[in-house]
């Protein structure tokens, strides 16, 4: 504990003695200061006992007294020490009522106490705690080392709680509760994730102070990682300011997390580059040596149906690093679960290999429909952001049918990126029409280029020709129900058609002619 005016009163050699404001010794002295000008306030910092022998003041003006104690007390000075025998034989009256009337304890020091013996006991009582500060915080260091080293994060978490007198939580990359001590801390953890995300827009170290939910009590938040993205945050709840013994201990915890993060890193990197041989050996179809290759890190996942993600940067990439924000969803993800998950990047590339129905895949489709609802709502606002990310999800599939899940992700992908959408899975596609497809560039310049003539012609007033093939075709060729949804007589229909077959130069009896006039239709009926 720091000095207080208590401590100052009960020092033996001191002899002090209390002449106004009894009720408030207990607060802590910062500092003692020795001033005989009539307004020391510009050199105050708050604090501070400060002492006088009145050589400058009319102590026994009450007026003049009620200004200068108002004075010291707007300043943050917390005790007045008056020197008796010097200038003044007793405390003038004017001088005790005015230091009453605000609070201010008054403290009556003896002629033979000189003022350098306050000073020192104070300077001596401030060193006093602040040793015993460091003291407690290389012990509580050397506990939180112990605790990081025998019982990881969980209890490095438990000495620290216990240091501060309150809670800790942990954070991981995605911003989820990894681990809080005490236990009940859990659910007011987890009412900071918000201030948690935000905390993680900011390059690392970075920290912020906020207030408890319902005011319940202080937090402080920190991020951890040495990288421009953190990958952790650690929370500190406490009922007041955190000392000096408690600080060195919310440090020590920050540098043992921040240790373990960078760590857990190269171990990341380490099984990163395995997972990129695990997979390159089952695209090349080789499961058993895959497997063999895999062991216990991704051995579960090949023992299971899995499904193969693709995501790749769009062509209008926002600031920021998408690809690796989904990785480090599915990572956290998959870990909270157990689950075993592949993340590979591939140059502009990330590719996941995660268990299908687990942890992972959900979050990927949470992350994945958050972007296409705030890509929704630009669009609606007269924004759009570009294609920011796209992501093609593959059918379940096994070790052995890993390169054909690895193609369907890759189909996926692709036509998300047609269709401006963010993820498509290849299920979709099947259950889904073909019709959304023909809207490419390409395809409406075949379905152009050879109906054209046929436009042409309509376009003089000649016949309708395009109208008549497209109910001909819709009716798959029957002559009488085609030449009743036209409105037309069979004969006049046939007749359009053999116009048709002679413009064109093919003949309708070849259904991959028909096919290819009926597709050209509906490649321009959805440019239209």
């Not at 002449?19 to 005989?36: C, F, M, Q, Y």
């Not at 290849?426 to 560039?441: F, I, N, T």
């Amino acid at each position: 504990m720091p000095p207080t005016l208590a401590s100052l009163v009960h020092h033996s050699t001191l002899k002090l003695t209390v002449r106004a404001g009894e009720d408030r010794l207990d607060v802590p002295v910062r500092w003692a200061h020795v001033s005989e000008l009539a307004d020391p306030v510009p050199y105050m910092e708050g604090g501070e006992l400060l002492l006088i022998t009145a050589l400058k003041l009319d102590a026994e003006d009450p007026q003049a007294m009620r200004r200068y104690v108002k004075r010291l007390v707007g300043a943050g000075v917390v005790g007045l020490g008056f020197a008796v025998g010097v200038n003044y034989e007793d405390i003038p009256e004017a001088l005790v009522d005015a230091a009453a009337g605000e609070g201010l304890p008054l403290l009556e020091v003896p002629r033979r106490t000189p003022f350098l013996a306050i000073s020192k006991a104070v300077s001596a009582a401030i060193a006093a705690d602040q040793y015993r500060a460091v003291t407690a915080g290389f012990a509580a260091q050397r506990e939180l080392t112990k605790q990081a080293l025998t019982d990881g994060p969980e209890g490095l978490l438990s000495a620290l709680a216990s240091q501060v007198d309150g809670w800790a939580a942990l954070y991981d990359a995605s911003g989820a509760v990894v681990a809080t001590a005490p236990e009940w801390a859990g659910r007011r953890a987890a009412r900071l994730t918000a201030d948690v995300e935000r905390l993680r827009e900011r390059p690392a170290p970075a920290s912020s102070v906020v207030g408890g939910p319902d005011n319940e009590d202080r937090v402080e938040l920190h991020s951890l990682g040495t990288g421009r993205r953190p990958r952790a945050a650690l929370a500190v709840g406490t009922a007041a300011a955190p000392g000096t013994a408690e600080r060195y201990a919310v440090h020590s915890a920050i540098a043992l997390l921040t240790l373990t993060t960078e760590r857990s890193r190269s171990l990341r990197a380490a099984e990163q580059r395995l997972g990129a041989a695990v997979l390159r050996m089952l695209l090349a179809g080789e499961p058993d040596h895959a497997r063999a290759v895999a062991g216990d890190l991704y051995g579960s996942l090949l023992d299971a149906p899995f499904r193969m993600v693709v995501a790749e940067e769009g062509r209008a990439p926002a600031e920021g690093d998408l690809l690796g924000a989904l990785a480090e969803v599915v990572e956290s993800a998959a870990a909270r679960a157990g689950e075993a998950v592949l993340v590979v990047p591939e140059g502009e590339r990330l590719v996941v290999l995660a268990v299908d129905g687990g942890a992972a895949v959900g979050a990927c489709g949470e992350y994945t429909a958050g972007l296409e609802a705030g890509r929704a709502v630009g669009e609606q606002g007269g924004a759009r952001d570009g294609d920011e990310l796209v992501v093609g999800v593959s059918a379940p599939a096994g070790p052995v049918a890993a390169a054909a899940a690895y193609k369907q992700a890759e189909q996926a992908l692709s036509v998300a990126r047609r269709r401006g959408r963010v993820c498509v899975e290849h299920e979709q596609l099947a259950a889904g029409s073909v019709v959304p497809l023909l809207a490419d560039d390409a395809v409406r310049a075949f379905a152009d280029g050879l109906l054209r003539a046929l436009y042409e012609h309509d376009a003089t007033g000649r016949g309708d020709l395009v109208a008549s093939l497209r109910a001909w075709l819709s009716r798959h060729g029957q002559w009488d129900a085609a030449a009743a949804d036209l409105g037309v007589h069979r004969h006049t229909l046939r007749y359009r058609m053999r116009r048709v077959e002679e413009i064109l130069g093919r003949s309708l009896d070849d259904p991959d002619v028909r096919m290819e006039l009926w597709l050209a239709l509906k490649a321009t009926s959805t440019e239209q």
